[in-house]
């Protein structure tokens, strides 16, 4: 929106022609979406409190999560709204791309939303049905993935990158469809499961937006992009905007989020931002890389599989509690411990990601 007005400007004004620059509007994008998570956050969660939004407990849950009850939830919204917004505002609005995303991001912040709302009707921590969310996530993932593959422009643009190897790219053909379900679905499903603590996913899901943002601006440039050996994509460099306004949202609700926190993001947040990340990873053909800076969202989730496979079949559990972060804190670790040790882990695998940019 203000990129075309700026560019008009520019016309007359050789100062605006810096909002031509994407890493400039990158950097609006992060300061506006932090500006208003700031702004409307503590107006948000007075408005949360005063209608009873607060947050149902898991009765099987660790006991020092109990005082956390009646915390305000669906915190998720101010992450979204600053999102949208952000990005609305700065990114190149005839870009495919942006659209998929958001879009793909908002349907599933309206599925989670939904789960949150059950969840506060019943004061309880069940909310929909395990089956019935998952049906759903499973048609806005397919929609998305449709979304993609049929505006394709180049075969590059659904084709398998391998990290570590300039020149493996394998053909998916419509068997893109199916792996692109599984990664916006898995993401989704992977920062749900792991928003848990205070503050525990939203910072390693802003450190990986992050990550993905740099390969965003690479992927959709010739020249960088032929020099360390990915694929190039028209028009994904924009994508880097829609990653800068996560990363502002992000920390701008953290500041809210941090322990002992005044708001959680509830399941409108988790699932739309593991949404997000997962179309992200798959416009710039990076879904390995996912894997990999999204580690501890991967670590997580098997934790809970092997939890349930093991009780399962021969009636043992392996931790004390999954996921696993519940583990660590039946063992003596402190919330905040947890949390920053997590935070720390998460850097590392993020680093590690960008890494296979210099390895191939």
């Given at each position: 929106?203000?990129?075309?007005?700026?560019?008009?400007?520019?016309?007359?004004?050789?100062?605006?022609?810096?909002?031509?620059?994407?890493?400039?509007?990158?950097?609006?994008?992060?300061?506006?979406?932090?500006?208003?998570?700031?702004?409307?956050?503590?107006?948000?969660?007075?408005?949360?409190?005063?209608?009873?939004?607060?947050?149902?407990?898991?009765?099987?849950?660790?006991?020092?999560?109990?005082?956390?009850?009646?915390?305000?939830?669906?915190?998720?919204?101010?992450?979204?709204?600053?999102?949208?917004?952000?990005?609305?505002?700065?990114?190149?609005?005839?870009?495919?791309?942006?659209?998929?995303?958001?879009?793909?991001?908002?349907?599933?912040?309206?599925?989670?939303?939904?789960?949150?709302?059950?969840?506060?009707?019943?004061?309880?921590?069940?909310?929909?049905?395990?089956?019935?969310?998952?049906?759903?996530?499973?048609?806005?993932?397919?929609?998305?993935?449709?979304?993609?593959?049929?505006?394709?422009?180049?075969?590059?643009?659904?084709?398998?990158?391998?990290?570590?190897?300039?020149?493996?790219?394998?053909?998916?053909?419509?068997?893109?469809?199916?792996?692109?379900?599984?990664v916006i679905a898995g993401s989704s499903n992977a920062v749900n499961l792991t928003?848990?603590?205070?503050?525990?996913?939203?910072?390693?899901?802003?450190?990986?937006?992050?990550?993905?943002?740099?390969?965003?601006?690479?992927?959709?440039?010739?020249?960088?992009?032929?020099?360390?050996?990915?694929?190039?994509?028209?028009?994904?460099?924009?994508?880097?905007?829609?990653?800068?306004?996560?990363?502002?949202?992000?920390l701008g609700f953290l500041w809210f989020n941090t322990y002992p926190a005044q708001?959680?993001?509830?399941?409108?947040?988790?699932?739309?931002?593991?949404?997000?990340?997962?179309?992200?990873?798959?416009?710039?053909?990076?879904?390995?890389?996912?894997?990999?800076?999204?580690?501890?969202?991967?670590?997580?989730?098997?934790?809970?599989?092997?939890?349930?496979?093991?009780?399962?079949?021969?009636?043992?559990?392996?931790?004390?509690?999954?996921?696993?972060?519940?583990?660590?804190?039946?063992?003596?670790?402190?919330?905040?411990?947890?949390?920053?040790?997590?935070?720390?882990?998460?850097?590392?695998?993020?680093?590690?990601?960008?890494?296979?940019?210099?390895?191939?």
């Amino acid at each position: 929106m203000l990129k075309m007005l700026f560019e008009h400007l520019a016309l007359e004004y050789s100062v605006f022609n810096v909002f031509r620059y994407l890493s400039f509007r990158a950097i609006c994008a992060v300061l506006t979406a932090l500006l208003f998570s700031f702004l409307v956050g503590p107006a948000l969660i007075r408005r949360l409190e005063q209608i009873g939004a607060g947050q149902p407990i898991r009765d099987d849950g660790p006991s020092s999560h109990l005082e956390k009850k009646d915390t305000p939830t669906m915190g998720g919204v101010l992450i979204l709204a600053a999102i949208v917004l952000s990005t609305l505002l700065w990114a190149d609005l005839e870009n495919r791309f942006i659209w998929i995303t958001l879009l793909t991001s908002l349907a599933f912040g309206l599925i989670g939303g939904l789960d949150d709302y059950q969840k506060i009707l019943r004061k309880n921590s069940r909310g929909m049905g395990s089956g019935q969310k998952f049906l759903w996530q499973s048609i806005a993932a397919f929609a998305a993935a449709l979304a993609l593959y049929l505006t394709a422009q180049s075969p590059v643009e659904t084709s398998l990158i391998v990290p570590l190897f300039k020149d493996v790219a394998l053909e998916m053909g419509v068997g893109f469809i199916l792996l692109t379900w599984f990664v916006i679905a898995g993401s989704s499903n992977a920062v749900n499961l792991t928003d848990g603590l205070d503050g525990l996913a939203i910072l390693p899901s802003v450190l990986v937006a992050g990550g993905l943002g740099v390969f965003a601006y690479l992927t959709g440039h010739a020249l960088f992009s032929g020099y360390l050996g990915i694929p190039f994509i028209a028009g994904a460099g924009e994508v880097l905007v829609l990653c800068a306004a996560l990363v502002g949202a992000g920390l701008g609700f953290l500041w809210f989020n941090t322990y002992p926190a005044q708001i959680f993001m509830g399941d409108i947040g988790a699932l739309s931002l593991g949404a997000a990340l997962g179309t992200i990873a798959v416009v710039v053909r990076q879904e390995i890389v996912l894997a990999i800076m999204g580690g501890l969202f991967v670590i997580e989730t098997v934790s809970v599989m092997l939890q349930v496979a093991s009780f399962r079949l021969i009636g043992r559990r392996i931790f004390r509690m999954a996921p696993l972060h519940h583990h660590f804190e039946q063992k003596g670790w402190r919330e905040p411990q947890v949390t920053v040790r997590f935070w720390i882990i998460s850097l590392i695998l993020v680093l590690i990601g960008l890494a296979t940019l210099k390895v191939r």
